[in-house]
Nanobody
Framework: QVQLVESGGGLVQPGGSLRLSCAAS????????IGWFRQAPGKEREGVSC????????SYADSVKGRFTISSDISKNTVYLQMNELKPEDTAVYYC????????????????WGQGTQVTVSS
């Protein structure tokens, strides 16, 4: 049973930083790709970033390139999303998702999701 638990969300001022964590259990991280998604009120879910299990390659949405960094710690079975230079438009519930196939995570067509963590960027 794949389980994902996000943490690290909170309230931050514009220009600030947060680091989100996605702790995985029920499988070993080096066999699964992980993706971060977000959903703001009244908006559709948006892919933010993904990391491949096979070669560590990453992808980012244009809206977060240069500000967000995804990384993984195999020893802790955890994936992180370092978010810098946060903007009010980054406000959303952030979710992590997992799948053995990188493309499946990129498209969000996976059954394995965490419960989400709220990120609010406001002064």
């Amino acid at each position: 049973q794949v389980q994902l638990v996000e943490s690290g969300g909170g309230l931050v001022q514009p220009g600030g930083s947060l680091r989100l964590s996605c702790a995985a259990s029920g499988y070993t991280l080096n066999y699964y790709a992980i993706g971060w998604f977000r959903q703001a009120p009244g908006k559709e879910r948006e892919g933010v970033s993904c990391i491949s299990a096979t070669d560590g390659s990453t992808s980012y949405a244009d809206s977060v390139k240069g500000r967000f960094t995804i990384s993984s710690d195999i020893s802790k079975n955890t994936v992180y999303l370092q978010m810098n230079e946060l903007k009010p438009e980054d406000t959303a519930v952030y979710y992590c998702a997992a799948d053995r196939i990188f493309h499946t995570v990129v498209t969000g067509n996976t059954d394995y999701w965490g419960q989400g963590t709220q990120v609010t960027v406001s002064s």
